[in-house]
Nanobody
Framework: VQLVESGGGLVQAGGSLRLSCAAS????????VGWFRQAPGQEREFVAAISRSGGSRYYADSVKERFTISRDNVETTAYLQTNSLKPEDTAVYYCAASRSLTTLQSNYDYWGQGTQVTVSS
């Protein structure tokens, strides 16, 4: 599975962005998808994950009520809708694919190249 993120950019605090994760191949529906982020000088951290069918979702506490993860298995694309953005959300955002729904980075087999999100105050 190859993953390509898009949709990042510069936004003011309080604004929104929709990140996309386009997957190649017809096996997209066999994988759970996770979003992670890495801010400068910090370790990469879990943001959100969605099951293969889309029926189950996990979120980091820091983004609950603000971010929404979704997927379209026909379009083989996953999304991360980010609302009420804060300067501390500034990071490179990565999507990843795993055989099982998990928050653990080590369980994700495939990764995209990342998309930069910058939130100005």
């Amino acid at each position: 599975v190859q993953l390509v993120e898009s949709g990042g950019g510069l936004v003011q605090a309080g604004g929104s962005l929709r990140l996309s994760c386009a997957a190649s191949g017809r096996t997209f529906s066999m994988y759970a998808v996770g979003w992670f982020r890495q801010a400068p000088g910090q370790e990469r951290e879990f943001v959100a994950a969605i099951s293969r069918s889309g029926g189950s979702r996990y979120y980091a506490d820091s983004v609950k009520e603000r971010f929404t993860i979704s997927r379209d298995n026909v379009e083989t694309t996953a999304y991360l809708q980010t609302n009420s953005l804060k300067p501390e959300d500034t990071a490179v955002y990565y999507c990843a694919a795993s055989r099982s729904l998990t928050t653990l980075q080590s369980n994700y087999d495939y990764w995209g190249q990342g998309t930069q999100v910058t939130v100005s105050s």
